[in-house]
């Protein structure tokens, strides 16, 4: 056994120790930390900095992707080929707004004689409630496939609903993403995700954010589980051509931050590097148009939908920038959509990261930034300013105080920005950056964003 070896066997062998001590001591009820908030596993995340063991630990996961107006028959056609008769039986998960859209799958399932339910009430970003009723349900209908037709919350949910369904003992916030296969789809043979809003992948992700309750304020928590990956995904530009503007630049932004972030990340292979590259000239290109054209520019908005999927792919086999720990943060405590909060902090992500990495030399000539002579400093602060720049062109903000939705009191801002720091530093991303991070570094990054200071320690 090579001495690789042996550091991640012990390393898991680790994590299991702290999981059992931690089960013995809190119960799910309780206000509970994540594994991920443990100093010991904080002080040995570093240990997979490394492309030597990266390489024996690394994967790639998609599910099959139907692309398309035939996706949907597609779908139900599996359903009626690969589960009997007797035993086809789907949740269709939505929330309040996407239930509108059950119609376009369930005359395909009824073709097809799937018996279906539908479950509407999942929130934005998820409660533990959410959880707890649909899992209710399915205990009740027995299903055998969920679907999924909605953004991120309401497929992070469906995914959740089937980890709790099928195995209910499992503490969400002691899941440890190294353990050992939980023997998932023995009841649930079909996880099917049909996302509605071009941004945050998680059709193509084994990744699920949900909110938890028992914190004063709320906090986002992450789960992250190799067989939480769809089994489908189905792009059809009829669930995303009615979006509004402000969820087409929010999502967008989401998208865009996810792709930057993993590719500057030093988490890339060629296969990740090829998809983030591309999801973000796609996004570069196209989010524009859809932002400023909506349903009346559908090519637009198919290269979106692609382009969130492309990054969901790159970010999902690897891992986004800390761009998503402070916007987990900030947009929880500050109630803000969270790809607007992803995409103000991807400028002071890159700058913090830029200290310790050339990676983002690659992306200048999609921003449409020349290296010509230029010295490095300069060449990235053009970099940055077209960033910017881009950002500003779908109205994005940029800096805290130029945020209006919604607008927040410097005060206030700066009276929790301890709290924004610790939360941050608390996020699981934090664990896997490029340079390590502190609570005194977040805050001193929550600082410089509020009046858009560029990053420069």
């Known amino acids: 056994m090579t001495l690789t070896n042996i550091y991640i066997n012990n ?18 009820s309780q206000k509970q930390p994540t594994w991920y908030e443990q100093q010991m596993i904080k002080d040995m995340m570093g240990l997979f900095g490394g492309k030597a063991i990266r ?12 692309i398309g107006k035939t996706g949907i028959l597609s779908m139900a056609g599996d359903l009626e080929a690969f589960i009997d008769k007797e035993n086809r039986r789907a949740l269709i998960i939505t929330d309040s707004f996407t239930k509108k859209f059950a119609s376009k799958v369930t005359e395909s399932l009824e073709y097809c004689e799937v018996d ?5 009430n999942i929130e934005p970003e998820v409660p533990l409630i959410n959880i707890e009723d649909g899992v209710k349900i399915c205990e009740e209908f027995k299903p055998t496939a969920i679907i999924a037709i909605g953004g991120g919350s309401v497929m992070d949910a469906a995914k959740v609903i089937m980890l709790k369904y099928e195995k209910p003992e499992t503490n969400l916030y002691m899941l440890l993403p190294l353990g050992s296969p939980l023997g998932l789809r023995k009841k649930i043979r079909y996880l099917i995700a ?35 990956v769809p089994d489908i995904a ?42 983030n590259l591309t999801a973000i000239r796609e996004t570069v290109k196209y989010l524009p148009r859809a932002y400023k054209y909506g349903k009346g520019d559908i090519e637009a908005r ?61 992306l200048c000539p999609i921003f449409g930034v020349e290296p010509g002579n230029k010295d490095r400093d300069t060449l990235f602060k053009d970099f940055l300013g077209a960033l910017n720049d881009f950002i500003h062109s779908i109205d994005g903000p940029t800096c805290v105080k130029d945020l209006n939705e919604p607008t927040i009191n410097k005060d206030e801002y700066m009276n929790k920005i301890v ?39």
């Open 11 to 28: 390393f898991i062998r680790d994590l299991k120790k702290i999981k059992k001590i931690k089960e013995s001591r809190l119960s799910m």
């Open 55 to 66: 390489g024996i630990t690394s994967s790639f996961r998609s599910p099959k992707l139907y």
């Open 116 to 120: 279906y339910r539908i479950y509407s």
């Open 194 to 228: 049909i996302p509605t809003t071009s941004g945050t992948g998680s059709e193509v992700t084994n990744a699920a954010v949900l909110t938890d309750t028992n914190r004063t304020p709320y906090k986002k928590f992450e789960i992250t589980w190799p067989e939480l």
């Open 234 to 275: 189905i792009l059809d530009t009829d669930f995303v051509e009615d979006m509004p503007p402000f969820l087409t630049k929010g999502t967008g932004l989401d998208a865009l931050a996810h792709a930057v972030g993993s590719y500057v990340s030093n988490w890339g292979t060629p296969l990740i590097d090829a998809l």
């Open 302 to 362: 198919s290269h979106m939908q692609m382009a969130a999927t492309l990054a969901g792919l790159g970010f999902g086999n690897s891992l986004p920038g800390i761009d998503h720990s402070l916007g987990h943060s900030f947009g929880k405590i500050f109630n803000v959509h969270h790809g607007l909060a992803v995409g103000l902090f991807l400028p002071y992500s890159l700058g913090f990261q830029a200290k310790v990495t050339d990676r983002w030399k690659d």
């Open 419 to 457: 709290l924004l720091a610790e939360y941050a530093e608390d996020d699981a991303v934090s664990l896997l950056s490029y340079r390590p991070m502190t609570v005194s570094l977040y805050k001193k990054i929550f600082e410089y964003a509020w009046d858009g200071k560029n990053i420069d320690f």
